[in-house]
């Protein structure tokens, strides 16, 4: 299976630009980066997936490197509602990779 | 974005009874839905994987006559605990998703069971 690596935790000020790193050196060309986030008891929220290609939309942006061994979640303005589990996945096709498994996740802490 | 509703979102339940959760896609048909449990500080565990009309796929190590799954429609699916036990309490998560893996998943609230 495709695995992604993530930091444990990361900090950030309000109002402040956040970047969340993600590596998935085995990726397969049918895989598709899914990002989602958790707040404290309750289930998890959509962020953004994508393929290739960079994508935005309105809660975040998604930056894929070229070689797609890694992506960053970029969110552009963190708020404290903000703060929660953020988890990168991988979904592809057939077999093992068309789960939606996920890993420890990075947690985001934003500070005032 | 598209909605899926847990019910209940608690409950409590004494050792040995049965306790039924259900998952309903309110907007959209989920082709598949995937049943998780998390414990406290964990990530989520997912337990099986479910397409409608077709018998549930379960993870390694998950007990399918303990934990009973039916998708049988499109907007609906039930996750049973059976002769529940101390040790099944925890946080059980429902998600669907209307298309492939390239369209994203929708999550349920959850629900908190504690078996007494």
């Known amino acids: 299976d495709a695995k992604t690596t993530q930091p444990n935790s990361m900090e950030s000020n309000e109002e402040e630009p956040v970047h969340l790193p993600c590596n998935h050196s085995t990726i397969s060309g049918t895989d598709y980066i899914h990002w989602y986030r958790q707040l404290p008891s309750q289930g998890p929220e959509y962020v953004i997936h994508?393929?290739?290609s960079n994508v935005n939309n309105r809660m975040a942006s998604l930056a894929i490197a070229e070689d797609r061994k890694s992506s960053t979640l970029i969110l552009h303005r963190a708020t404290l509602r903000d703060a929660a589990v953020y988890y990168c996945?991988?979904?592809?096709?057939?077999?093992?990779?068309?789960?939606?498994?996920f890993g420890t996740g990075t947690l985001l802490a934003v500070q005032p | 974005g598209a909605v899926v509703s847990q019910h209940p979102s608690w409950v409590i339940c004494k050792s040995g009874t049965s306790v039924k959760i259900e998952c309903r896609s309110l907007?959209?048909?989920?082709?598949?839905m995937f049943w998780y449990r998390q414990f406290p500080k964990q990530s989520l565990m997912l337990m099986a994987t479910s397409n409608e009309g077709s018998k549930a796929t379960y993870e390694q190590g998950v007990e399918k006559d303990k934990f009973l799954i039916n998708h049988a429609s499109l907007t609906l699916s039930t996750l049973t605990v059976t002769s529940a036990h101390p040790e099944d309490s925890s946080f059980y998560i429902c998600?669907?998703?209307?298309?492939?893996?390239?369209?994203?998943?929708?999550f349920g609230q959850g629900t908190r069971l504690t078996v007494v």
């Open positions: 994508g393929l290739t």
């Open positions: 996945i991988l979904t592809g096709y057939g077999g093992a990779t068309n789960k939606l498994i």
């Open positions: 998600s669907a998703r209307e298309g492939g893996t390239g369209t994203e998943a929708f």
């Open positions: 907007d959209f048909q989920a082709t598949t």
